[in-house]
């Protein structure tokens, strides 16, 4: 059947060079305990694991039972997730051992869910458009050194119950339309919440062609959140063009053709 839900996926970065000098039972050890703490995560926001992919995990919200607030769910999921991943280092850490960091992608809406497969083996999963969106969401937390990254569908679906920032517009691998991708927090600090209002204006005269006024205002989020990589993208971007203007068919969009 068809239906509206949210998709997570998170990944281990870098866990190939990680392993690469570890025994194997300390990598299965390892990767018990994480897996162990972030399953109960997401089983704790009404959420199901859907497969193991290496080390990175993809789980659903809202199948098999019906999920009205799926996306909050997920998001919870995340935000729990990240808490946990510091509690797992300081275990990793106790045994010698490196701690690990992770991305997380969110999106919600239409997929096909059911049982799918051949008569030798099948599995209940969920297929389509959405799932390939969050799994590249997942992937760009390293471009844009986010630990998580939703989709504009997922931050309607927040009702403002979550602070987000809007990260860019991107068009990923497997798409032909761009989409607003936004980072979240549970919460902000003062400093944090005139940063981000600052920041939600200067993008809207960014994306109006207004570079000086956009400029004028990252330049401002720059000394709120100074080392801020979003920030520091977008002053570098808003004063190129600020000099040079894009062309006119200029939408604002970053094509992304790797996987």
Known sequence: EERALAILFSDIRGFTTFSEDLNSQV??????????????????????VDKYIGDAIMAIFGAPLVDEDSAYHA?????????????FNQWQQDRGRQG???????????V?????????????????????????????T????EPILISESVRRHLKNRVPCRMVDRVQVAGRTRGVAIYSIRRSL???????????????????????????????T?????????ITELFVDRASVFSRTPPPPEWTGV??????
């Not at 869910?113 to 992937?139: F, H, P, W």
């Open 27 to 48: 990598i299965v050890e390892s990767l018990n305990q994480y897996f162990g703490r972030m399953v109960d995560v997401i089983m704790k926001n009404e959420g199901v």
């Open 189 to 219: 600090s003062d400093s944090e919440e005139r940063a981000w209002k600052l920041h939600h204006r200067g993008m809207q005269y960014y994306y109006n062609r207004e570079f000086d006024q956009a400029l004028r205002h990252f330049s």
């Open 75 to 87: 998001v919870q999921s995340a935000f729990g997730m990240m808490e946990q991943l510091t509690e």
């Open 221 to 229: 989020v720059q000394k709120l959140l100074p080392n801020d990589p």
């Open 142 to 145: 390293k471009t844009y050194r």
């Open 100 to 110: 690990f960091k992770i991305g997380i992608g969110v999106d919600y809406g239409r």
């Open 112 to 140: 096909t869910v059911g049982n799918i497969g051949s008569e030798q083996k099948m599995d209940y999963t969920v297929i389509g458009d959405r799932v390939n969106l969050a799994s590249r969401l997942e992937g760009l």
């Open 254 to 259: 970053v094509t992304f053709s790797a996987k």
